[in-house]
Nanobody, 127 residues
Framework: QVQLVESGGGLVQAGGSLRLSCTVS????????MGWFRQAPGKEREFVAG????????AYADSVKGRFTISRDNAKNTVYLQMNSLQPEDTAVYYC????????????????????WGQGTQVTVSS
């Protein structure tokens, strides 16, 4: 069973930064694209960012472009989300997810594309 464990969430003031990490217990981690999603209270879960298996392609939601950066370290089976200039509207539970198809060059934003999910980490941004 593949496990994804997120960490790095917390409470931060508006304008601050956080770095989320997601470690994956999958020996073939390096073959799969990874995504970050978030779900705010009362809202549906939404795509935030994604990265291809070899870091050759990334994708971001318009709401986070220029503020968030996704990266990965395949040697550590870990994907990161660096979040800068955080705003109260970024408050949500953040989830990482693994693409179900290996070696895909494009990053897709559809939830159905991802087969394993972490438990989520809470990010709260105060104004």
């Amino acid at each position: 069973q593949v496990q994804l464990v997120e960490s790095g969430g917390g409470l931060v003031q508006a304008g601050g930064s956080l770095r989320l990490s997601c470690t994956v217990s999958e020996r073939t981690f390096s073959m799969y694209a990874m995504g970050w999603f978030r779900q705010a209270p009362g809202k549906e879960r939404e795509f935030v960012a994604g990265i291809s298996w070899n870091s050759g392609s990334t994708a971001y939601a318009d709401s986070v472009k220029g503020r968030f950066t996704i990266s990965r370290d395949n040697a550590k089976n870990t994907v990161y989300l660096q979040m800068n200039s955080l705003q109260p509207e970024d408050t949500a539970v953040y989830y990482c997810a693994k693409d179900r198809v290996p070696l895909v060059k494009m990053v897709l934003s559809s939830e159905g594309r991802y087969d394993y999910w972490g438990q989520g980490t809470q990010v709260t941004v105060s104004s």
